[in-house]
């Protein structure tokens, strides 16, 4: 659909800062004539420029928070059924943590009957919480980053080491077999290796769009999260992979 490819272009730019119009054919295989008039729309909202040859980000903060409610708006069906899932491995009386990311934040609606503990550096998670009498809320301190709604340069060890979180719901913006799990932002990675060595259980909550797919900076090995919650569009090779290695795909 357009408008989810128009929200996966603008978050390619704002990742990359300038791309040019071939990059943007190549990436999406999408003639030029539909590139241009992509960008051409997404430069009329404010989200893009356009420049000579091709089109860079604009840092904003409301083009920061339309970012994030783009991606909320992308694999919406995928995304919910991944949360459902997690939430039915949740038990009454968990302490959970919710990692960054849109599809983290969805698991909060799928526990209307579980009364847990969620530790989290998910802004949009907490909001989700916000109304919702049978959970607990812990938020990691640190600096508040609008391009992902969480917290970066937090202290995990500061309020982690008082609790024992039985299951960490863990995100990435990439899987692969050689770039392991992946995230674009170092400082987030940093709360994630903290936080897989303090769960009893770890489960990676990923759509199947991210599966191949790199990303900046690896925070830990492929196989080590052993079970994956996702959408069960996995191709050929990484089921075997999965297989392989007796990786749970839930």
Do not use: W
């Amino acid at each position: 659909m357009r408008k989810e490819r128009l929200a996966k272009i603008e978050e390619y730019i704002s990742d990359k800062g300038f791309v040019t119009m071939e990059q943007l054919m190549d990436r999406f295989q999408i003639a030029m004539p539909t590139v241009r008039k992509d960008i051409s729309e997404l430069a009329s909202q404010g989200l893009i420029e356009k420049v000579y040859g091709g089109a860079k980000a604009v840092e904003t903060p409301s083009k920061n928070m339309h970012m994030f409610r783009n991606r909320c708006g992308v694999h919406v069906e995928a995304k919910n059924e991944i949360a459902r899932k997690a939430a039915e491995i949740v038990r009454d009386g968990d302490v959970i943590y919710l990692d960054s990311g849109t599809t983290a934040s969805s698991i909060v609606e799928f526990l209307t009957d579980k009364h847990v503990i969620i530790i989290t550096s998910n802004m949009a998670a907490v909001m989700a919480c916000a109304d919702k009498d049978n959970v607990e809320v812990y938020v990691l301190g640190g600096k508040f980053n609008r391009d992902t709604m969480s917290v970066d340069h937090a202290d995990p060890e500061t309020l982690l080491k008082e609790f024992n979180v039985d299951k960490a719901f863990m995100a990435a913006t990439g899987y692969s077999i050689e770039g392991g799990l992946a995230q674009d932002s170092p400082t987030e990675c940093e709360v994630k290796k903290h936080v897989l060595d303090k769960a009893t259980e770890a489960f990676l909550i990923i759509d199947s769009s991210k599966i191949g797919r790199k990303a900046l900076i690896r925070y830990a090995d492929p196989d080590a999260i052993r079970n994956i919650i996702t959408d069960g569009q996995v191709d050929g090779e990484y089921r075997e992979y999965f297989k392989r290695k007796s990786i749970n795909i839930i």
